[in-house]
């Protein structure tokens, strides 16, 4: 064997590396000759403004794709340049764009509140920024092709949306204080829950967004908490100054809210990223165009809590119960999911659930101490899901919004799907970990990390049994949809097919509608260039990424390592390097690999069996699982993703939707009837008794007049005149 | 003629003359108001109201004569205009009510509203 | 003591008693009844009044011996039946013309209280001028009904009174109330008698300075020879002392005498008045009379016949187009 050695190489360089990684985080230096990164922020501003400003002058022609595409380019460029012109290992710098808050009320600490809009940018950013804007270009080039159909207001509203997206991920990851981090998060989610409800016109979509902007809120609530109680512990929320007060608080002892500051940023990026208690929303979110599906929810958006944690390390590094629930809470989410996702058959769904799955994995690793395998799988991770999403978009796009593996079949035969197949067998091989290719490095660094702690030892069996169970749905995808023979049933959207108006619908592929009879007549519609073109490009950097695994497995200093390295995220923690030397008695890279690699081949030779092989053995073991009274629950729960969204219903909706019954009800005849009103029936039923002295009769006036005269006349008589001489 | 009946002026105030006026003047004023309240006549309303300004002329001049000011008898100059543009306006009014209602009650004018 | 004592020792008790036995008696008269209560009624009134006048002399204390005590109850009684009648006549023009008895009774009670100018400017004011728009307005607005053999009647609003009974009890306890101020007034003339005098006294020394001719005439009277009034740098040369004021005057020859003149009997009232009116209150003055100004107005704008406008005709006049687009030329307008 000789990948042992080879960890072992590995292994000493991430030693090497533990001696960096001990250094204190150095302080951010100013740098106003990069003011220029601003344009970066600017241009999706711009681009959303030129969108809107051609919806408003009703163009049918695909110029919005064009100005976003265009501005989002640029974007990358300029990544690209600031990236080269800073080199992996610079320092962080901070470059003051624009005054936004600076209130001073008094001298000293917690007297004064900074907020500009200013960009903290090291290596964690410049690693984030390039593929957040890499792969939104590509993806905008892919929808220029995807959304023709909406070609008018909608396409203009669709790249609006885009535009804003980016301009809000791009704050968020270059934010320098947690307030501008907190308005780009608030912008992601904004951009989400826009593009999601995308066809505003269809039920599930607006649903959907609901859900998912409502899910997002409560994980924001923890956020905002987080970053208040952040500014009252610390006094500042800029990363720059925060980090050196981190540095000062590890050797202090903070109260029960500065415990509970990590806390809070969890649950915000639980909400963002799709975990265990928050995670419900992100496969409902499918219901929007599917580019948005590959942009927002598999590569980019949903990585912000992901990057959020990493960004904070050095505060997650002095609470190790707080690293100790991130691991637990992504290690059950990766394993809960990939459990639903083998019982999908909508190919979108599928791979939703595996971007929860996946997006476990790396809230395991930043647990588990290895940032560097966090942020590796989110970047390989990026690539490889943004590609398996667009294939499936273009599955979509040809066969009239058909989603359902089991009406698809063949499709590598089908003429056009060609390419599409071939860069999906790619996506599904990464997803897999298959031995060698992008996915396996990053997922074998976060699995070697979690095996050689004891402590975090059941988590790396979660995630072997979570690698097999996906490696098991991803080819279960491929092998029903891209193999076999060649067979399929097109989507409801066949009657738009002919003037290309198909579009993402992909919740009916469970519809019972039988559409033999379309079947005679249905041509699928082939992707062409820029969709083909895309494909092919995420492919290319999908084995790109996976460069920097073959170097670290060969010792060499690799890109993505240097670049966490040199972030916030490691220093501060100095743990990203294995503690134990020992798994098992033995080399844990070694062991692991070994598992790893059996895990992902058995997940695929099984998948293989029962997908391609005997298609129908499947169907029998579902059913003979059915037919047993104690397997029963097995299947149903799973298929019916073990009853979250019922169970959220009964915890959350049902007593609010009582408690909110029983509150109207209050409201209406308590507040509303007996106070409100009540108080209003006063005054009337005081009118009422003085009614008859307003008979509109001018003596009653007078009489009412000369009676208060009087007694006003009697009183002053009385009192100061001193009449029957009392006084 | 002067002193015709007047007490030699300025002599001493006349105290029990100018308590008789101060009784008049009461009685006037109560009188008018009373008249105010039952007359359903709108015209012999104001002339009620005419008889109220009355008992406070007569109050005015008696009092002014027991501070042996003159005054009071000013103020009385100022309530004659004050009457005669009232009655030259209220007048006017009812008019213009009598030629909607072709009658002089004030009960006629009880609804609130416009018909 | 018990309330219900104090009350009953209360000074103006027999004031309220006399209160309350005019009032009934003005009850009587005001309700609809037969012919002999009403008398009754007016009878009981007026023994009220009288009571009330009676009690009005014994606070006022003493006789100060003055004569005239009989005609200002002659006056008051007089005033008093005329203002019952006008509230209680059935037939408007009778009611206005008992005002004007009303009138001359108070005219009668201004001269007795030196008040010679607006007892006549009352009479000729109200009974001449007011008066006599009222009697016009009664008669141009209505005719009374006639019965069927021709009998002047009266409308019914003008025969049967309102709510007498609230109104004679407002009416009793309105005169208790002012009891207290009648009961306090005798009391308060007697303190200040003697500063009121020496005011009065001064107010007319410091008037007749202003009145050069009547000044000159008043030292004629003394001094026959006088042909003018003395001037020296400052003006006049007469001064006061206090009662009297010390008239210089030239008198034949170049010689300058100084005579007494007594301004009490130099100035009267009218003139006293009119000083004060353009002296003293020049702007309440100009006041009223914008009031008149204003009075007249409005007067006017009543007067004018009110023209119901329609919409139309209102944006006519107002400078814009009519509403009505498709109305041929010659239908618009009209009334």
């Excluded at chain 1, 073991?621 to 397997?631: M, P, V, W, Y």
């Excluded at chain 2, 001493?12 to 003047?25: C, F, K, N, R, Y």
Aim: glycine share 10%; net charge neutral.
């Amino acid at each position: 064997m000789m990948l042992p050695s080879l960890m072992l190489a590995l292994n000493d360089a991430a030693a090497g590396h533990g001696s960096l990684a001990d250094a204190v985080i150095p302080k951010a230096v100013a740098a106003p000759e990069l003011r220029w990164a601003g344009w970066i922020l600017l241009l999706p501003a711009i681009s959303a403004v030129l969108c809107t400003l051609l919806a408003v002058l009703r163009t049918k022609s695909k110029l919005p794709a064009l100005v976003t595409v265009l501005s989002l380019g640029t974007c990358f460029a300029m990544v690209l340049k600031l990236y080269l012109s800073r080199g992996p290992d610079a320092g962080p710098v901070v470059v003051h764009l624009w005054d936004w808050m600076n209130f001073s009320w008094g001298g000293g600490p917690w007297k004064s509140f900074q907020a500009d809009i200013s960009l903290y940018i090291d290596s964690l950013t410049m690693l984030w920024m390039l593929f957040v804007t890499g792969l939104g270009t590509l993806i905008a080039v892919y929808a220029s092709e995807y959304m023709e159909g909406e070609r008018g207001a909608g396409y203009c509203r669709f790249f609006f949306g885009v535009s804003i997206f980016l301009l809000a991920m791009s704050a968020l990851v270059m934010a320098d204080n947690l307030l501008l981090l907190y308005l780009g998060w608030e912008g992601v989610g904004l951009a989400s829950y826009l593009l999601i409800g995308f066809y505003y016109q269809k039920p599930a979509a607006v649903a959907a967004g609901k859900k998912a902007f409502i899910m997002n809120r409560i994980g924001d609530l923890g956020l905002a908490i987080g970053i208040w109680l952040i500014w009252v512990n610390y006094g500042s929320i800029e990363f720059n100054t925060l980090f050196q007060a981190f540095g000062d608080a590890a050797r202090g002892v903070g109260g029960w809210d500065r415990s509970l500051i990590p806390f809070c940023l969890m649950l915000g990026a639980f909400g963002k990223s799709a975990q265990l208690p928050l995670f419900t929303w992100l496969p409902d979110a499918m219901e929007g165009p599917t580019p948005v599906s590959a942009l927002i929810h598999a590569a980019t958006m949903v990585t912000a809590g992901v990057y959020l944690i990493a960004r904070m390390q050095p505060l997650f590094t002095l609470h190790p119960d707080a690293m100790a629930t991130v691991a637990w809470v992504g290690a059950l989410t990766a394993l809960l999911s990939a459990t639903i996702g083998m019982a999908q058959y909508d190919i979108k769904r599928v791979f939703a659930y595996s971007t929860v799955s996946q997006l476990g994995y790396m809230f395991m690793g930043l647990g588990v101490g290895t940032a560097f395998g966090a942020a590796y799988h989110v970047f390989t991770h990026a690539f490889f899901k943004a590609l398996l999403f667009l294939t499936a978009g273009a599955v979509m796009h040809g066969f009239a919004g058909q989603l359902d593996l089991r009406r698809l079949s063949g499709l590598r035969k089908v003429p056009g799907f060609a390419i599409v197949s071939w860069t999906m067998l790619v996506g599904c091989l990464w997803l897999s970990a298959f031995p060698y290719t992008a996915g396996f490095f990053s997922k074998d660094l976060i699995l070697v990390q979690a095996m050689s702690q004891p402590r975090f030892q059941v988590l790396g069996w979660i995630g072997l049994i979570t690698a097999a169970m996906t490696a098991y749905y991803t080819f279960r995808v491929w092998f029903r949809v891209c193999a076999g023979p060649v067979s399929y049933v097109p989507g409801e959207d066949a009657h738009a097919h002919d003037d290309h108006g198909d579009h993402g619908h992909d919740d009916h592929g469970h519809g019972a509608k039988a559409h033999d009879a379309h079947a005679g007549e249905f041509h699928p519609h082939a992707p062409r260039f820029a969709i083909n073109g895309v494909l092919l490009l995420i492919c290319l950097g999908a084995i790109l990424a996976g460069i920097p695994g073959i170097q670290a497995l060969r010792g060499q200093h690799n890109w993505v390592q240097e670049m966490v390295y040199h972030s916030s995220a490691v220093r501060a923690s100095g743990v990203d390097h294995v503690t134990t030397p020992v798994a098992f008695g033995l080399d844990p890279h070694g062991v692991v690999s070994v598992f790893g690699i059996s895990a992902a081949i058995g997940g695929i030779l099984i998948a293989l069996w029962l997908h391609l092989l005997d298609r129908r053995m499947a169907d029998r073991i579902r059913t003979a699982l059915l037919s047993n009274g104690l397997t029963r629950w097995l299947p149903t729960s799973m298929e019916n993703k073990w009853y979250f969204d019922e169970i959220y219903h009964a915890l959350f909706r049902l007593p609010m939707w009582i408690t909110s019954h029983l509150l109207h009800f209050f409201d209406r005849h308590f507040i509303d009837g007996l106070l409100v009103n009540g108080i209003g029936r006063v005054p009337v039923m005081v009118g009422r008794l003085f009614q008859p002295l307003y008979n509109g009769a001018l003596q009653g006036y007078a009489t009412s007049m000369a009676g208060g005269l009087i007694l006003v006349l009697a009183w002053v008589a009385w009192r100061w005149l001193g009449a029957g001489g009392v006084s | 003629m002067m002193h015709l009946l007047a007490d030699a002026a300025p002599a001493m105030a006349p105290t029990q003359g100018v308590t008789i006026a101060l009784v008049l003047s009461a009685a006037l004023f109560t009188v008018g108001l009373i008249g105010f309240l039952v007359r359903r006549n709108m015209i012999l309303m104001f002339l009620c109201t005419e008889l109220m300004l009355q008992a406070a002329g007569i109050a005015f001049i008696a009092f002014g004569r027991m501070r042996m000011d003159t005054s009071g008898q000013v103020f009385v100059i100022f309530i004659l205009t004050v009457a005669a543009a009232e009655a030259a306006l209220a007048l006017g009014l009812v008019v213009l009510l009598y030629r909607r209602r072709e009658t002089l009650s004030a009960e006629a004018w009880q609804e609130l509203h416009e018909q | 003591m018990n309330p219900t004592d104090q009350l009953a020792s209360a000074p103006l008790m027999p004031f309220y008693v006399a209160a309350a036995i005019a009032a009934a008696g003005l009850l009587l008269v005001l309700r609809p009844g037969r012919a002999a209560m009403r008398r009754a009624g007016a009878v009981i009134g007026l023994a009220g009044f009288g009571m009330l006048m009676a009690q009005g002399l014994k606070l006022a204390g003493p006789s100060d011996g003055s004569v005239s005590t009989p005609f200002y109850m002659a006056f008051a009684a007089i005033g008093v039946i005329g203002a019952v009648r006008v509230i209680t006549h059935p037939r408007p023009v009778f009611a206005a013309i008992y005002f004007v008895l009303t009138v001359l009774a108070a005219g009668g009670i201004f001269l007795m209280l030196q008040a010679e100018f607006l007892a006549f400017a009352l009479i000729i004011v109200y009974a001449g001028a007011i008066l006599i728009t009222y009697m016009f307005v009664l008669m141009l607005a209505h005719q009374s009904p006639e019965d069927e053999i021709g009998r002047i009647g009266a409308e019914d609003y003008d025969r049967i009174p309102r709510e007498p009974l609230v109104a004679t009890l407002l009416g009793f306890f309105l005169m208790a109330s002012l009891g207290s101020v009648i009961e306090r007034a005798p009391e308060l003339a007697m303190e200040n008698a003697a500063i009121a005098q020496s005011r009065a006294t001064a107010d007319r020394a410091a008037a007749l300075q202003k009145l050069p001719n009547t000044m000159l005439q008043q030292a004629k009277a003394k001094e026959p020879t006088a042909t003018g009034l003395a001037r020296d740098a400052g003006g006049l040369a007469s001064a006061t002392d206090g009662a009297m004021v010390q008239v210089r005057v030239n008198a034949e020859g170049d010689a300058v005498r100084t005579v007494q003149v007594n301004p009490a009997d130099a100035v009267d009232n009218v003139q006293m008045v009119g000083l004060d009116l353009v002296a003293k209150y020049p702007a309440s003055l100009e006041l009223a009379g914008v009031i008149l100004l204003m009075a007249m107005f409005g007067a006017v704008v009543l007067a004018r016949r009110q023209i119901e406008l329609g919409d139309d005709e209102r944006r006519k006049a107002a400078g814009m187009g009519s509403m009505v687009l498709d109305v041929p030329e010659t239908e618009r307008g009209g009334a």
